[in-house]
């Protein structure tokens, strides 16, 4: 009976895998913080815009995310910031490394560019839902979005 090659990882191959793990953690997190996180995704009281595909094209403008390009997906939640903060203290569960998934749903509007050549004519499809997060945090502060749950 043929049996396939076997797997064998060494405990120095983990360790490393563990540490390259965390680098990139803190790569994808560097110059992100609290105050920086509540511009890219906090909105709330929700800013008033007559369809969702402009309340996407207005705050992705208002909040200048768009800087060199367009930003390919954007999450907003309509919820205060203090609440979305106690994410990191005790409204969230630990996922792993220094990423929580929130008890609670939010009301989110993800913002979707469906195109444009520049920053300044970016367009975006808005979508509502309400649903859980997962948030990076340091010192108790969500400081990086990391997905729809």
Known sequence: MFQGPTMQ???????????????????????????????????????SAPNLNTYCDLMMRRRQ????????????????????????????????????????SFHLINCRNTGGTSPDSCKYVGTSQKARIRVACENNQPVHFEDVL
């Open 9 to 47: 990882t060494s405990k120095p191959s983990l360790v490393f895998l563990a540490i390259l793990w965390g680098l990139l953690l803190v790569y994808l997190c560097e110059g992100q913080n609290w105050s920086s996180f509540q511009n890219k995704h906090v909105d709330y009281p929700q800013s």
């Open 65 to 104: 995310l768009n800087p060199k390009r367009c930003k390919p997906l954007n999450t907003f939640i309509n919820q205060q910031a203090a609440v979305v903060k106690q994410v990191c203290v005790n409204e969230g569960t630990h996922y792993k490394s220094n990423l929580y998934d929130s008890i609670q």
